[in-house]
């Protein structure tokens, strides 16, 4: 997307954060589980952690700078690398560049590319095996995206006059179209994709960049529930991105975005703001309910995913001696029980 202003990849992992220490409030929440080092071949090379998703057996890793899709064992290991070369060989001429990635219960891997075919996504087997094109939007690519039950579930930002949720069955024959969006700052949802979708138990959790508001819907549309929980050190927007981004200045982009928002469980939520002020995440936990658990606090390593009780953190270790930089790997940590 030409002019767009990402958030989750924005900054270095190793170097933005050296001098923030993680939080007591929060490490007493979590029970550190290990280190998920990734391993492979001898051309493994992992430059970044922009998505991550979670499967049953399966991790995900969407590497934007190399264009490249490592799907991994829930040990690290190598199972197959999705890449214009394997894409060029089901689909000769194809411009893959990939831009969001998800899976469903099955391990099936969707592919969202944002160079070519805008409105469709590439969907391959828990193997690696190419199973074909789903169409669900008219021109432009979601933001975000999740597959629950059989249903694709996009935050569909056509422009700063069109924006909504869409449900599509995966066979592509239904869909329908719901959500409330800000009425002001339109520019900036439309040029600032977050990841703005959690889904689960039959339940959508959706956030937007420009305001600390959570929205529930079922998988029919119905508004269930929103809350509103703003973080101490909060910058609100003080006023839209103007129409050509490429004249935004610093202070334009300064306000505390919301950055990601993900079900740690059937009953936790996690949402992850930036700060940009601070150059800082700030991470807050609540029910899905929306009592709050643990109010934002800074964190010195991002979180990509979490799943089943569990948060995940990427890490850049430190170079070795001799200058290597070693692939990211992910930490692991359990939501311990919470009265």
Same mark, same amino acid.
């Given at each position: 997307?030409?002019?767009?202003?990402?958030?989750?990849?924005?900054?270095?992992?190793?170097?933005?954060?050296?001098?923030?220490?993680?939080?007591?409030?929060?490490?007493?929440? !979590?029970?550190? &589980?290990?280190?998920?080092?990734?391993?492979?071949?001898?051309? $493994?090379?992992?430059?970044?952690?922009?998505?991550?998703?979670?499967?049953?057996?399966?991790?995900?890793?969407?590497?934007?700078?190399?264009?490249?899709?490592?799907?991994?064992?829930?040990?690290?290991? $190598?199972? #197959?690398?999705?890449?214009?070369?394997?894409?060029? %060989?089901?689909?000769?001429? #194809?411009?893959? %560049?990939?831009?969001?990635?998800? !899976?469903?219960?099955?391990?099936?891997?969707?592919?969202?590319?944002?160079?070519? @075919?805008?409105?469709?996504?590439?969907?391959?087997? +828990? &193997?690696?095996?190419?199973?074909?094109?789903?169409?669900?939007?008219?021109?432009? =690519?979601?933001?975000?995206?999740?597959?629950?039950?059989?249903?694709?579930?996009? #935050?569909?930002?056509?422009?700063?006059?069109?924006?909504?949720?869409?449900?599509?069955?995966?066979?592509?024959?239904?869909?329908? &179209?719901?959500?409330?969006?800000?009425?002001?700052?339109?520019?900036?949802?439309?040029?600032?994709?977050?990841?703005?979708?959690?889904?689960?138990?039959?339940?959508?959790y959706q956030i937007h960049c420009v305001e600390?508001?959570? #929205?529930?819907?079922?998988?029919?549309?119905? !508004?269930? =529930?929103?809350?509103?929980?703003?973080?101490?050190?909060?910058?609100?927007?003080? +006023?839209? !991105?103007?129409?050509?981004?490429?004249?935004?200045?610093?202070?334009?982009?300064?306000?505390?975005?919301?950055?990601?928002?993900?079900?740690?469980?059937?009953? +936790?939520?996690?949402?992850?703001?930036?700060?940009?002020q601070q150059k800082a995440f700030l991470v807050?936990?609540?029910?899905?309910?929306?009592?709050?658990?643990?109010?934002?606090?800074?964190v010195p390593e991002r979180v990509v995913a @979490?799943?089943?009780?569990?948060?995940?953190?990427?890490?850049?270790?430190?170079?070795?001696?001799?200058?290597?930089?070693? =692939?990211?790997? $992910?930490?692991?940590?359990?939501?311990?029980?919470?009265?």
């Amino acid at each position: 997307m030409v002019g767009i202003m990402t958030t989750s990849w924005c900054f270095g992992v190793s170097s933005l954060f050296c001098q923030v220490q993680w939080p007591t409030k929060l490490t007493n929440l !979590l029970s550190w &589980d290990g280190d998920i080092v990734f391993s492979g071949d001898k051309q $493994l090379v992992i430059s970044e952690i922009a998505i991550c998703a979670i499967g049953a057996e399966e991790i995900v890793i969407l590497d934007q700078r190399q264009k490249t899709i490592f799907c991994f064992n829930k040990r690290g290991a $190598l199972r #197959y690398r999705i890449d214009r070369a394997k894409v060029d %060989s089901v689909l000769p001429g #194809y411009q893959f %560049s990939p831009f969001n990635v998800a !899976l469903d219960s099955t391990g099936s891997v969707y592919v969202q590319s944002d160079a070519q @075919a805008r409105g469709e996504m590439l969907r391959f087997a +828990h &193997d690696g095996t190419f199973k074909g094109k789903i169409r669900y939007a008219e021109r432009n =690519n979601a933001f975000h995206f999740a597959v629950e039950n059989n249903k694709l579930i996009s #935050y569909i930002v056509q422009g700063p006059d069109e924006m909504y949720l869409r449900v599509t069955e995966l066979s592509g024959n239904t869909s329908l &179209d719901f959500g409330r969006f800000p009425k002001q700052f339109r520019n900036a949802i439309y040029r600032t994709p977050v990841i703005s979708l959690a889904v689960g138990n039959g339940m959508i959790y959706q956030i937007h960049c420009v305001e600390p508001t959570v #929205y529930v819907y079922d998988m029919q549309g119905h !508004l269930h =529930n929103t809350f509103t929980h703003t973080p101490a050190k909060y910058v609100p927007i003080e +006023h839209d !991105l103007p129409v050509d981004f490429m004249s935004a200045t610093k202070k334009d982009m300064a306000w505390t975005t919301t950055e990601a928002i993900f079900l740690i469980d059937f009953q +936790h939520l996690l949402i992850q703001f930036l700060d940009r002020q601070q150059k800082a995440f700030l991470v807050m936990i609540m029910r899905t309910d929306g009592t709050m658990i643990l109010d934002a606090v800074p964190v010195p390593e991002r979180v990509v995913a @979490a799943r089943d009780g569990y948060v995940y953190f990427a890490s850049q270790p430190e170079p070795s001696p001799d200058g290597y930089l070693p =692939n990211p790997m $992910l930490r692991k940590a359990k939501l311990k029980a919470v009265k």
